[in-house]
């Protein structure tokens, strides 16, 4: 497993500790490095895969995670996470990538429908891939972060800069191959069989408790019925509900961690892992549900091919025109 972070926190640290608690040989990515933009993690992806291959620390044919280090949560155990890498889906075809998939396209709205129409099979709502979680064999995967960062083919750049957003860049690649009537560059995992992505209006699982000597709860996908390795909690209601996971799971105490211990390291979100959020930042995070649902609205007009104004429409409503605003 290998976690992009470049600066030490709180949710690196517990994925850490959780991840050799599950078995897993884990190892940081860009830590201490300058972080540029969101093309850094793929630059440092390469590196760190590039340097455990020469080395032998890691053999081509092992499966391996890529993984956001501030904003998901391991789970679920290395030997699960190697069996389900060893049965279909997954090794229907050793060489191709999974991606977690989620159900807001995003950054481009516009996007959504073409994906659609080179990905006709997804027919969950987690189609949408999200570059925030990936996982293959290690060789695959060293391949796909290259071809990301060689940039379109269209464009006749150089390569992806590290500025760039990635995801828009993955989401091009995709788009680039499959609208040529070429392989897919990777595959989503849209059953969410290996990753959950939280950005959600609503809970769409429900925690599980396991008998015997499970570490942790595990969710379960109340659509498809899989349990996710990884929970990613992009966006920001998907932040919310990570930090409502952490308190739920009893997360901290499980992994043998207190607040005490990793008071001294910064934490990514507004409130710290196992935390309460104070009431302004309830009421600032119970915004973003709104907002949620204003993207879900933008994106089913951008599926039509129409634009849609929020503000215009609410001038509508209100009975004012643009010149009377």
Known sequence: ???????????????????????????????????????????????????????GDMHPDDPVMLIDGWDC?????????????????????????????????????FKASRIDAVTPDLLTPWRYPNAGA????????????????AGSRASGSEGFAQEGNDQDRLHEHLLELGEAGEPLPCMVDSRCGIFQCLYEAEPQWRMEEDAGAALLPRLRNI????????????GHTGRWFMQGLWREMDFLHRVGLTHEELAHLPHDGPVAPGCHPSPAVERDWSATFQLYR???KQLAYARLGITWDPWKLAQERSGQTSETA
Not at 223 to 234: A, F, M, S, W
Request: proline residues 6%; neutral net charge.
């Open 1 to 55: 497993m290998l976690a992009i972070a470049t600066e030490y926190r709180q949710e690196a640290a517990i994925l850490q500790r959780s991840a050799v608690l599950l078995g897993y040989r884990f190892e940081l990515c860009g830590l201490g490095q300058p972080w540029i933009g969101w093309g850094t993690k793929l630059v440092q992806y390469q590196k760190s895969l590039e340097r455990d291959l020469r080395s």
């Open 73 to 109: 949560m391991l789970i679920g155990p290395a030997s699960e996470f190697q069996h389900k890498m060893a049965m279909a889906p997954y090794a229907m075809d050793p060489v191709v990538p999974w991606i977690a998939g989620e159900r807001i396209c995003g950054p481009d709205f």
């Open 134 to 149: 990936m996982c293959g064999r290690a060789s695959g995967l060293l391949d796909f972060v290259k071809d990301l960062l």
């Open 223 to 234: 659509l498809t019925g899989e349990r996710p390795i990884v929970l990613h909690g992009n």
């Open 294 to 296: 204003i993207i879900e």
